[in-house]
């Protein structure tokens, strides 16, 4: 005697013969015979919830209801943040070519300290831990391995009125343009 199976096209999971109505997504169950092959939907193609590229993290023990608000920002400024359960927090990645002005948003929104005064050119002269993830960098490195933080000044100009950014400026102390 052949044993009729019920199975959603979309899913792909089996159902109990009683279920009409597939639980995750409101498809339509099938009926097949037990030996039969099922007939499945083409997949849907769905957009990657995360542009490709390398992520870094940033920032860990982020509290759920602060790395919800953060990301919110991070849509607001274009840039894809990763976000991971690491126990009862979150751990917060950006892509490499987006850690820079990633930090500077953790910092402004009080998520990382601010470092103080100097202290960027400071550890990528004498070494010491990075102001942003607090990982150990040696005297010499320009930009800290773990999260990808710029230690070392950059003579980058403003777009709006050529005057020098430090590397921690979001907006230019001339003439307020913004940075990113």
């Known amino acids: 005697m052949a044993v009729h199976l019920r199975y959603c096209p979309a899913c792909r999971e089996e159902y109990q013969p009683h279920m009409v109505t ?9 009926d097949m015979l037990e030996d039969q092959p099922p007939e499945y939907d083409e997949p849907k193609g769905q957009e990657p919830l995360l542009p490709p590229g390398d992520y870094r ?5 982020v509290e759920a209801a602060t790395a919800s608000r953060i990301m919110r920002l ?31 948003i953790l910092q402004r ?5 601010e470092p103080p005064e100097g202290s ?33 000044a950059e003579d980058e100009p403003c777009v709006k009125c050529g005057a020098v950014l430090a590397a921690t400026d979001e ?10």
């Open 22 to 30: 597939c639980i995750e997504c409101g498809t339509a169950l099938k």
């Open 57 to 61: 993290p940033i920032a860990g023990g």
């Open 74 to 104: 991070f849509k607001r400024a274009g840039m894809p943040l990763k976000v991971e359960s690491h126990g009862y927090t979150m751990l917060l990645s950006a892509r490499e070519e987006d850690v820079a002005a990633a930090v500077a």
């Open 109 to 113: 929104e009080g998520v990382l300290p």
């Open 120 to 152: 960027a050119t400071a550890v990528a002269a004498e070494g010491g831990p990075c102001p942003a993830c607090g990982t150990e960098v040696g005297a010499g490195i320009e930009q800290c391995p773990e999260c990808g933080l710029q230690l070392s």
């Open 171 to 180: 907006d230019c102390p001339a003439c307020g343009q913004r940075r990113y």
